[in-house]
């Protein structure tokens, strides 16, 4: 019996924790023997960054994002091809045979997510309290960030199939919730 592929997208502001959510979706789906595999829609995005970072002769810290950079190139290309990224995300989703594939930066609501949608993904918010994801911002270390994107103002448009508030601090907690959400996707 040929096993269904799993796919996941988690939607949420910057610093609501949704890349914390993705590692331990990923180390749980791993403990039920199933492969994993990360996907970002904005890996393009990353890539000019690095490029732009290294053209200017400035070095960054692996994981360090330059938000406001990222947006503008965002809106750049969108304004050229509006499902570029999307474009990107299908072909480079296409030579992926992982059980599992999780996706943590699905920020565009018009393109992104219905396109995904159509991918078979199902969608978990990720949400918190805005005074904690305002400290995780200013601990992340970012160069720019943005607290309140456009891209991220109709969240609450998207349909949800699980809900993750993780307002409290501690891992056991949210190790907690994504067990009960993984043990719904998988069975």
Known sequence: MERRSIRLSLVGHSGSGKSTCAELLGRALEKRGLSVEVLKVAAPLYRVQSL??????????????????????????????????????????????????????????????????????RFIKVWCDGEVRLERLRRRGDITSVSHSKTTANHEEMKFHHIIDNSEEGIPALETLIDSIVLQEVG
């Open 52 to 121: 732009v970072y290294d053209l200017c002769g400035i070095p960054m810290t692996d994981g360090s994002q330059d938000q406001v950079l990222l947006e503008c190139v965002a809106g750049h290309m969108r304004r050229i091809s509006p499902t570029s990224l999307a474009d990107d995300f299908e072909r480079r989703l296409g030579a992926i045979s992982a059980d599992a594939v999780l996706n943590d930066d699905v920020r565009d609501r018009e393109i992104d997510y219905p396109r995904l949608r159509n991918l078979g993904f």
